[in-house]
């Protein structure tokens, strides 16, 4: 089972669910201030430690170029030609993205209608509620610019827990339906906020140091340290630029 799938509100709003919602809430958020505090972590050691290597690799790649083109080992590039804007190349995943599907759509139409703060009744066009409404609305807009159907679904679902989805303090304590429909408006507030940690996890996984952890833990699994053979690997095209450079600056240019 998916992590999306997984993450569905309780459509029965007993106390006891809504204390389990509450507890699923707070060990995704502790897993997540795990996961980005790892990710910082990784960034920095990145930066402290590759960053400056780097630095220092650029500029002598650029004064080998600059010394091969000085002895007649290269011909200088030319100025690049303006593309042609029925040419330009598309990047990998920066491309139009794919046409959505028919199950997207409607999903999309019934966030649409039930959540817009439009379709809010006038009698509750308080601030916190339409807040709550424009957040939700704003999380199924970009659940639907990505084509993410499972973060719909999570949406839909913290939504059919209550269709105002805001708490009310005039409902009379000892109501007992007055009860439920609290439980119902903190069962949807959880729910929207599984809607909101899902989305930052999908978030930080597409980010390139996420992607660098977990090739750095695959190769951990392997039995061998991603991060010191790239700081190694830097190391030696230094190296190996350093005396390249040194050997050219000595030669004279060919006639």
Known sequence: MSEATSLRPFSDATRENVAALELQVATREQDLLAFKTGLYALQTRYLDEIGPLYAE??????????????????????????????????????????????????????IARAVHPD????????????????????????AYAERDADRLRLILRAWELDPYLADDPALDPDDPDAARQRLQ???????????????????????????????????????????????????REIGLAKAKLARMRRRQPTP
């Open 57 to 110: 690799l650029i500029p002598l790649d650029a004064a080998v170029a600059a010394e091969e083109i000085r002895l007649g080992l290269r011909v200088p590039d030319p100025e690049e030609a303006a593309p042609d804007p029925g040419d330009e190349p598309t990047l990998a995943g920066c491309g139009p993205a794919s046409a959505p599907s028919s199950d997207l759509k409607r999903m999309f139409r019934d």
């Open 119 to 142: 379709a809010l009744p006038h009698a509750k066009h308080d601030e916190r509620t339409r807040y709550r409404r424009h957040s939700l609305m704003a999380e199924a807009n970009r």
């Open 185 to 235: 408006h903190r069962a949807a507030a959880l729910g929207a906020r599984l809607v909101n940690i899902e989305a930052e996890w999908a978030d930080l996984r597409r980010s390139a140091i996420a992607r660098l952890q977990t090739k750095i833990d695959d190769a951990r699994g392997q039995g061998w340290d991603l991060f010191g053979e790239m700081l190694r690997q830097v190391t």
